[in-house]
């Protein structure tokens, strides 16, 4: 059984699953999804008696930044400059698009 941290759910929200072995012995996971802001989790295998247990420590991404229509040189090019954050422009956000610059 592997058994995840809230913080680090599978696809689905499950932080617990039961996996079959292969030929090899291994086991291979699904999907884990991390927070956006980053985080430190336990990943924990179980398999009779036997338990093993790993940390797991994520980045927030660069791509988490948030876009200004006003900046001369867009982060992204990708990004259209019709793109418009979802609920507007916090002051979170401006504060952490200060530091950047």
């Given at each position: 059984m592997i058994t995840l941290d809230?913080?680090?759910p599978l696809n689905g929200g499950a932080t617990?699953?039961?996996?079959?072995?292969?030929a090899?012995?291994?086991v291979i996971l699904p999907p884990i999804n991390a927070p956006a802001i980053g985080g430190t989790g336990t990943l924990r295998a179980?398999?009779?008696a036997s338990v093993e247990t790993a940390s797991v420590?994520?980045?927030a991404p660069l791509a988490a930044r948030c876009l200004d229509s006003r900046e001369t040189k867009p982060p992204f090019e990708s990004v259209p400059n019709s793109a418009a954050?979802?609920?507007?422009r916090s002051s979170a956000c401006a504060t952490y698009q200060a530091a950047l610059c």
């Open positions: 809230d913080e680090f617990t699953t039961t996996l079959v072995n292969g090899n012995g291994r179980t398999s009779g420590t994520t980045l954050p979802f609920g507007g």
